[in-house]
């Protein structure tokens, strides 16, 4: 459940309140990519983050940390927030702007507010070296850029509370589960031997990936959870095709599978927005 979005969240938040270093901030960021860089996309941007302009050269990973502390500014209040936006759930973006459609099309953005007034987005976007179109294996990522918007402010965004998320989660959790094993008793003649196995695959690329010392508990077994539904989600859709018998039964699989994206990633969000509080209130 982890993406470059929340890591780069949650560790520069706890660097800013004190709790890491920025070594440690780039150590979490070098599990994405060997090398990152942050350029402006607009003169506001740049202007509320210090980044060049109009000189486009991209900025290295320290730089990537200096334009957050300045976008930040000299508020002790945690500042930085994540938006995990998909079509028809664009919480927490600026309606009709660029920063909106690019953090959509990538499904997560970082969102910097120093006033109500005064914010800016950060889209991540990999680069990939030149690779073989028939490569059986997926290319390692080369580079993750960062591009800066200006916004004029970020709309009002509905508290969700930690336990409500993890009493849904939790309800998805057997939701999913149950899905899985329909598959499985239906899979007959299919080469699966175990859908679990399977998950269990999906879950280990997302394990060294880990939150400052300061998470709570609580919010660390909700992006637990929601990586495990979201992984019985990924096996899943793609079992479907291959392990019901008619179209008519990958409509009702997967119309059962839909709503606990949702779950999934309004849980995911809850725990990450106390992971950020939780740095403030030591």
Do not use: K
Not at 112 to 134: A, I, K, M, N, W
Not at 140 to 150: F, G, I, K, M, Q
Not at 156 to 176: I, K, N, P
């Amino acid at each position: 459940m982890w993406c470059p979005s929340a890591t780069l969240s949650v560790w520069a938040n706890a660097w800013l309140a004190g709790f890491a270093a920025p070594d440690d901030v780039l150590d979490a960021l070098s599990h994405w990519a060997p090398r990152h860089s942050v350029t402006a996309y607009d003169s506001v941007a740049a202007g509320r983050t210090g980044l060049p302009w109009p000189d486009l050269d991209d900025a290295g990973a320290v730089s990537l940390l200096q334009t957050l502390r300045t976008a930040v500014g000299p508020q002790q209040v945690p500042a930085i927030g994540v938006a995990l936006p998909v079509p028809g759930d664009v919480r927490g973006l600026p309606a009709g702007t660029q920063f909106q459609r690019d953090a959509v099309a990538t499904g997560e953005a970082i969102v910097v507010t120093r006033d109500q007034s005064t914010s800016v987005g950060l889209v991540p976007d990999f680069e990939y070296h030149d690779t073989q179109e028939d490569s059986d294996f997926d290319p390692e990522p080369a580079a993750l850029s960062w591009t800066v918007y200006s916004a004029a402010g970020t709309p009002h965004t509905e508290y969700v509370d930690l336990g409500e998320a993890e009493y849904a989660l939790r309800s998805a959790v057997r939701s999913a589960a149950d899905a899985l094993g329909a598959l499985r008793v239906g899979s007959t003649g299919v080469d699966v031997d175990d859908p679990r196995a399977l998950v269990e695959q999906v879950l280990e690329t997302g394990r060294h990936h880990r939150a400052p010392d300061h998470a709570p508990t609580r919010a660390l077994r909700v992006l637990e959870n929601a990586a495990q539904v979201d992984a019985i989600i990924t096996v899943s859709s793609g079992l479907m095709p291959i392990g019901l018998q008619s179209s008519s039964e990958v409509q009702i699989a997967s119309d059962a599978l839909r709503p606990l994206t949702g779950v999934v990633r309004t849980a995911r969000l809850a725990a990450l927005n106390a992971i950020l509080r939780s740095a403030w209130l030591r």
